[in-house]
């Protein structure tokens, strides 16, 4: 199976940062990686897919990147909406695989 | 648009099989393929498998050996099934379907979840 570890597990922002997650794969996945984010008691909802990509409906000030083992997500003038859980998942292989998630509290 | 809802017990036992169902509206079951997720109470989130109208599938090896999945075209239906469940299945279940690749295949992530449904295992 490939390991998906994100970090950190949390971090404490204010509205206007920056906020940016990391997820490391245990082995190449080249850009086969979504993120998603949870609110308490909702359903994960798609961010990114394709490492880069954004999914419709989708605030620009989310951003991905990375390829191979490390990716990133960035969150761009953090908005109070955006306090969540995010989650990162690997679709290169069986079986998928999520990270532990990150997530992101108020400061 | 298309919606997704989960339903079964929200109780089962344990040693007994847990069986969930999730309803397709505003689309077709026999398009896209189809996964089932969950997530433990504050944990999160594992992959149980996938299921294809055609009944193709692949399970998650931690729970190949406990889990079925099959599709209903006739009620526009997917379930799942497993067996053997002990405190440790305690879970929202999640039905989710894969984003189709224009190709007759999955990008193998999931644009489109059900809203979830618990399901404890106690006596």
């Known amino acids: 199976d490939i390991q998906m570890t994100q970090s950190p597990s949390s971090v404490s922002a204010s509205v206007g940062d920056r906020v940016t997650i990391t997820c490391r794969a245990s082995q190449g996945i080249f850009s086969w990686l979504a993120w998603y984010q949870q609110k308490p008691g909702k359903v994960p909802k798609l961010l990114i897919y394709?490492?880069?990509n954004l999914q419709s409906g989708v605030p620009s000030r989310f951003s991905g990147s990375g390829s191979g083992t490390d990716f990133t997500l960035t969150i761009n003038t953090l908005q109070p909406e955006d306090f969540a859980t995010y989650y990162c998942q690997q679709t290169n292989s069986f079986p998928l695989t999520f990270g532990g998630g990150t997530k992101v509290e108020i400061k | 648009q298309v919606q997704l809802q989960e339903s079964g017990p929200g109780l089962v036992k344990p040693s007994q099989t847990l069986s969930l169902t999730c309803t397709v509206s505003?689309?077709?079951?026999?398009?896209?393929?189809w996964s089932w997720i969950r997530q433990p109470p504050g944990k999160g989130l594992e992959w149980i498998g996938y299921i294809y109208y055609s009944g193709n599938s692949n399970y998650n090896p931690s729970l190949r050996s406990r889990v079925t999945m099959s599709v209903d075209t006739t009620k526009n239906q997917f379930s799942l099934r497993l067996s053997s469940v002990t405190a440790a299945d305690t879970a929202v279940y999640y039905c989710?379907?894969?984003?189709?690749?224009?190709?007759?295949?999955?990008?193998?992530?999931?644009?489109?979840w059900g809203r979830g449904t618990l399901v404890t295992v106690s006596s």
């Open positions: 394709a490492a880069s």
């Open positions: 989710a379907r894969c984003r189709d690749n224009g190709s007759g295949g999955c990008y193998w992530y999931f644009d489109l």
């Open positions: 505003g689309g077709s079951v026999s398009s896209y393929y």
